[in-house]
């Protein structure tokens, strides 16, 4: 073989064995970040996966799988009461998620809007539902409606819920609204809307993915919300979490997995909605906004 | 498209006494101005001189404090935004970013409920006259700058208001392209014959463009006329210094003329309210400063050649007559090939001007 035989073949053999080394290790990607990705997926969806797949098991065992069987589930949806709870937690849900996220949406608007003393104020009152630890904010509700002899009910429970969730609405629809510019919708007035019709047509749909992604997180809080549900809730019906933690303590009965199997699935159908609604009314750029792709 | 409600020739905006204050500070004192329906008027100033301030108060945006705004002879303190028959075209476009071109020129013509088939020749004409035609439904986010500037032009002009009030239009765009639509927006404005009201802190692109300028500082109105007026005939030391290049040289007024603070005893005409031994200004644009060739009449005078900057079609001399006393002057390059070589730095010559050249402001 000639030394110029060498010389050309020389930089190929060079180049793969850079393109082999980049793939393997790129220096932004380190290899026990994989590591960290699947413990973290383990810890996250193995408890879930085995209370999804021991929520079918044909017998009470909560250590072994013996067989196929849907009679947990049957067991759940015939109780009245646990069929009452879950009715209960889903009005909550959403209960909460409609009136929070437009008290929550109003409040933002006030606050970016008003250039009062008060305006700034509130600003920093507002915060203060996210800091409180929600023993606290659930047992304040309960002296509250003791104090002023409101008799517990769902209601109850719905009012410090919307409480407690207007402060998450608040922040992330005011972050998205003093983005925008003001210009816009002075072009609106502009162009012959009333300020009604710049709020409807202009406004809202540039906030709508914010309204959106905090109306589900205010459910998906609510929705399985124990310790505030536990100081405001009223003898029955009681909500779904509730109603587990007193059924446990007559011992832990395979019905648990099923009910919770269910409370997830209808979590994950809420999300599902919320991805697909902006895909079905083609308006893709609102869903990357959800799911966190939005680049512009 | 002819421009609904403004009378031909008739006013088409008039500022009575128009104060506006933002707490304490006045951003608009005492203004009193009239611009007639199918001109291209501009309000130059430097920025935070009231100029946008006025232009909001046209498009309702803001209240003045004092006086009244009027439109078409209306005077429109009651009449909404959405009520007044101006359009604006904003500095930052401000366009509806969820809705493509069509439905960003559409927008006013759905508010006013102009019929359906109406609404798409109107937009397409529209677009054609800004060259947009094939981007009805480019999201603005698919733009570029020009572009955007064209769809608020469009989305403005398609209702064909009586007066379009535009704040900067061009300020966002890069060099080429601002003269290019610096051209556009003229020959649009000549074809549609709207009033318009042009909002720039851009000498240059007020000159071009305007039939008018009103000339603003700290509030006020220092100066309005025709563009050659304001350029050629300054009357406040604040224009001269605003509009263009101009030599400011100190100088006290005495029998015959002015004495420069060189010592010299210069001719020139003298305002009548300023008597001997005010201070004034000597205004010269530096295109009427002659180097060496001078002829009999001129004011003669000498200077150090401390700086020469060739700048393509001309070339800028800077020349010290004393101590702290320069002038600038732009020597065209059409005669020699090179102006920069026909004197050398700290060479004395004779600087001069026509004494018609020279104006005297207080």
Not at chain 1, 154 to 180: G, K
Not at chain 1, 252 to 264: E, K, W
Not at chain 2, 68 to 80: F, R, T, W
Not at chain 2, 176 to 183: E, I, S, T
Request: aromatic fraction near 8%.
């Amino acid at each position: 073989m000639s030394t110029q035989g060498w010389a050309e073949r020389l930089p190929v053999l060079g180049r793969r064995a850079t393109r082999r080394r980049r793939r393997r290790r790129g220096f932004d990607r380190p290899r026990f970040l994989r590591a960290f990705f699947w413990i973290f997926m383990f810890f996250t969806f193995a408890p879930l996966a085995i209370v999804a797949l021991f929520s079918f098991n044909s017998t009470p065992s909560l250590q072994q799988f013996d067989g196929f069987s849907l009679q947990w589930y049957d067991e759940f949806l015939s109780s009245a009461t646990l069929r009452e709870s879950l009715m209960a937690s889903v009005e909550i849900g959403l209960v909460t998620m409609v009136v929070g996220t437009v008290l929550g949406t109003t409040l933002a608007f006030a606050l970016v809007r008003a250039r009062s003393r008060v305006a700034q104020a509130s600003n920093l009152v507002m915060l203060i539902p996210l800091v409180t630890p929600e023993i606290v904010a659930g047992a304040s509700a309960l002296v509250l409606f003791a104090q002023i002899g409101i008799e517990l009910s769902l209601a109850t429970i719905m009012i410090a819920e919307i409480t407690f969730s207007i402060s998450f609405v608040t922040v992330i629809v005011r972050a998205r609204l003093s983005a925008l510019n003001r210009e816009v919708e002075e072009a609106a007035l502009d162009l012959g809307a009333t300020r009604m019709q710049t709020i409807r047509l202009i406004v809202l749909p540039a906030l709508w993915p914010a309204i959106l992604a905090a109306g589900l997180l205010i459910f998906a809080l609510s929705f399985d919300d124990f310790v505030i549900a536990f100081f405001t809730t009223g003898e029955s019906p009681t909500p779904l979490p509730v109603q587990i933690y007193s059924s446990i303590r007559f011992g832990v009965r395979p019905t648990i997995n099923a009910i919770g199997t269910s409370m997830l699935l209808i979590s994950f159908l809420i999300l599902a909605v919320a991805v697909l609604l902006p895909r079905l009314l083609g308006r893709r750029e609102e869903e990357n906004v959800l799911i966190g792709r939005d680049a512009a | 498209m002819s421009p609904n409600g403004a009378k031909q020739n008739g006013e088409a905006i008039r500022f009575e006494g128009v104060t506006k204050r933002f707490g304490d500070t006045t951003a608009v004192d005492d203004l009193n101005l009239t611009i007639r329906s199918g001109e291209f008027f501009s309000l130059l100033g430097p920025s935070g001189c009231g100029k946008t301030t006025t232009l909001r108060m046209v498009a309702g945006f803001e209240q003045p404090t004092e006086g009244s705004v009027h439109l078409a002879g209306e005077p429109v303190e009651d009449v909404p935004p959405y009520r007044r028959n101006v359009n604006t075209v904003f500095q930052s476009y401000a366009l509806f970013e969820h809705l493509d071109v069509e439905g960003n020129v559409a927008f006013g013509l759905k508010r006013r409920k102009v019929d359906k088939d109406e609404i798409r020749s109107r937009v397409a004409e529209a677009l054609e006259l800004v060259q947009l035609t094939g981007r009805e439904h480019s999201k603005p986010a698919q733009l570029s700058g020009g572009q955007m500037q064209r769809v608020a032009l469009a989305r403005a002009l398609v209702n064909q208001p009586s007066v379009l009030l535009l704040d900067e239009p061009l300020g966002a765009l890069d060099l080429k392209l601002r003269k290019q639509m610096q051209v556009e927006l003229k020959e649009i404005q000549r074809e549609v014959g709207i009033t318009f009201l042009y909002v720039t802190h851009d000498q240059e692109e007020a000159l071009a463009m305007s039939d008018r300028i009103a000339v603003m500082d700290q509030g006020v109105v220092q100066q309005s006329g025709p563009p050659e007026e304001i350029y050629e005939t300054p009357q406040k030391t604040f224009v001269a210094g605003f509009i263009g290049v101009s030599n400011l040289l100190p100088a006290t007024v005495e029998d015959g003329g002015i004495r420069l603070a060189t010592g010299q005893l210069v001719h020139a005409t003298v305002p009548t309210d300023c008597p001997a031994g005010t201070s004034v200004h000597c205004s010269v644009r530096p295109e009427k400063i002659i180097l060496e060739d001078l002829e009999d009449g001129m004011v003669s005078l000498e200077g150090e050649i401390v700086e020469r900057i060739y700048l393509g079609t001309t070339t800028q001399v800077i020349l010290e007559l004393g101590p702290n006393l320069r002038v600038i002057s732009l020597e065209q390059n059409t005669d020699r090939s090179r102006a920069d070589d026909r004197w050398e730095i700290g060479e004395r010559i004779k600087v001069g001007w026509r004494p018609e050249h020279a104006l005297v402001l207080r």
